[in-house]
């Protein structure tokens, strides 16, 4: 008996030390999950939106002071203008492939040649990878048409057939082919060669007086862009602005403001000329409110992309101008167009 229950006692013992049989254990059967869709993020007020088909798009977008826009017609066709400094390539291509979906433009123009206006191009289209698909437009003349270092690398990237980017000068009558519904016609186009713009002599020394001067017209909806033209005869500028007026087929609905809106452009003899519902300025700050005070005389309502507080004549009354970073222009029809959500009437 004790012999039995000693045998007890080791068996029992064996069982709890030895160690357990594995066992396979069956793998989960995957259940199909529902795929989401994905969501684009909400675009914050400041952001540009996809473009949309039959829309009229144009796009200031912000940098600083600089000049830099996207138009987008309402069958596609896209015209890039300016593109500010170098520092604002990346962002000019996260701009281009928000509104286009692919970073590819139909055509860019150089409005001049400062560096505020085609210093990222290069970067753009050699590190971003733009593709210009039709045509880079300017003023042509050679590699000394401006005295800058940006300037040549621009006139050198250009002339490098490697590139495969095709470089057309514009005269003035020539109309940029957007598509069937838009018509961009070059009013003026400066010569620094003959040193003439808007039919008079340029006798002042800078770039600025050579400005392209573009006006867009679909359907009832008028805009005028130029650059940075000059509107007063000083030592370094030529008063072009008046005789670029006398070429103004009527009034517009839409004006960028010339040179960021300073002292010396935009004078009366233009906004008379233009009497615009609507001015956009590309600025990061303003010296002077002069050109301001006399947008503001002409019954324009201003948008800048960046903000101005400044006080009115009276030196009392504060005037604080709509600010929206980038400032998105839509329209469908021609009828009306809205900026930055606020529909105004064609003329």
């Known amino acids: 008996m004790l012999r039995t229950w000693?045998?007890?006692?080791?068996?029992?013992?064996w069982v709890a030390c030895a160690p357990p049989v594995p066992t396979a254990t069956p793998l989960p059967t995957a259940t199909p999950q529902p795929v989401a869709t994905p969501t684009p993020e909400p675009m914050s007020p400041t952001e540009v939106s996809r473009w949309q088909p039959g829309q009229l798009m144009i796009v200031l977008m912000d940098v600083r002071h600089g000049d830099a826009q996207l138009i987008v017609s309402p069958t596609g066709e896209s015209l890039l203008i300016d593109v500010g400094t170098e520092d604002y390539a990346s962002k000019i291509a996260e701009k281009i492939r928000a509104v286009l979906g692919k970073l590819e433009v139909d055509?860019?123009?150089a409005?001049?040649?400062?560096?505020?206006?085609?210093?990222?191009?290069?970067p753009l289209v050699r590190d971003q990878g733009l593709v210009v698909r039709k045509a880079v437009l300017d003023r042509g003349s050679g590699r000394d048409a401006y005295n800058s270092a940006t300037y040549r690398r621009y006139f050198d990237y250009l002339a490098d057939p490697s590139r495969g980017l095709k470089r057309v000068r514009l005269v003035t009558g020539d109309q940029i082919?957007?598509?069937p519904a838009l018509q961009v016609t070059a009013l003026s186009v400066g010569d620094s060669d003959a040193q003439t713009n808007c039919g008079i002599k340029v006798q002042g020394k800078n770039d600025n007086d050579y400005s392209i001067v573009l006006w867009l017209t679909f359907g009832a909806f008028d805009y005028w862009t130029a650059g940075d033209l000059s509107g007063m005869d000083t030592l370094e500028?030529?008063?072009?602005?008046s005789s670029c007026a006398k070429l103004v087929p009527r009034p517009a609905d839409l004006f960028k403001a010339n040179h960021h809106a300073i002292s010396t452009n935009n004078n009366a003899s233009l906004l008379q000329a233009l009497q615009p519902q609507v001015t956009v300025i590309s600025l990061d700050g303003i010296d002077n409110t002069d050109a301001l005070m006399r947008m503001l005389k002409a019954g324009s309502t201003v948008f800048t992309t960046n903000r101005i507080?400044?006080?009115?004549e009276d030196n009392k009354t504060p005037i604080i101008i709509n600010d929206s970073d980038d400032i998105v222009i839509l329209t469908r029809d021609g009828n009306e167009f809205s900026v930055e959500g606020t529909v105004f009437k064609s003329r």
């Open 6 to 13: 000693v045998w007890l006692i080791l068996l029992l013992t």
């Open 107 to 109: 055509y860019f123009l």
């Open 111 to 122: 409005s001049h040649y400062h560096i505020d206006h085609i210093g990222a191009f290069v």
């Open 177 to 179: 082919d957007l598509g």
């Open 237 to 241: 500028y030529t008063n072009v602005e």
């Open 309 to 312: 507080i400044t006080l009115a």
